[in-house]
């Protein structure tokens, strides 16, 4: 009976080889370096699989930043929504943003590429969405802002050596029309408004115009109040909506 009892015990243990235990680690490990390397995550527990792309700090772009920055490399974003496009497995992508703004032409880039994705995208501002981080907030299908968020909108700036010339003043002018254009485009302010924004007296050092969540909202330039919770749930149903026509 001893014997019996002992043959039991041993089909009963679960199979813990060591290669299952290594590749468990691995992949653990693997997420945990994306995590603190981009700052993204791939959600695959739920109903459907979302990927979470986080924009926080400066967004560098040509130069590199002091490495006491917190920065959004442009390098690791593109990538990563290449990957989530045409991945099949993943139905939507959530973009959370916490950003003082940084590389204009990095985040005009970064901004396009989400705007032209078919894939559902719902994107969220917590704590601030400033400077080129407006056009951030307004690429995706839908997007969000918690009421203790702002936004600010000024002009174009720009650091280092400046030739005082028309034709300096004339590239200011033609970069700030391709951001005017891409947020009335991707929101429901219209450029003369989010010009008279750009061009406010809100600033103590500066021109330009804060804007609260619960203004943003009313402006036209974000979608709706809302958290994670409101901003996980658009998205859901924007993956049924898609998977419904």
Partial sequence: MAEKQGV???????DTSPNEQDNSQNENQSELDRIIQTGSITQTGSKYTIHCLTVIGQIEGHYCLPSQNKTSKYEHIIPQLVAVEEDPK????????????????AGLAISELISGMKKPTVS???GGG???GVPLAVSSKHSFIVPSATMT????RINGLVIGTEQTFSYFEKIQSRITGFVSKNSRISEERFTELMNGNQLMNDIGTILSGEDAVKEGLIDSI???SDAISRLYEMIEEKQNS
């Fill in 8 to 14: 039991l015990s041993e089909e009963t243990l679960p």
């Fill in 90 to 105: 993943i139905d939507g992508l959530i973009i959370i943003l916490n950003t003082v703004g940084g590389d204009v032409e």
């Fill in 124 to 126: 969220l501002v917590l």
């Fill in 130 to 132: 400033h400077s080129i």
């Fill in 153 to 156: 909108i000024h002009p174009v």
């Fill in 226 to 228: 809302g958290g994670l």
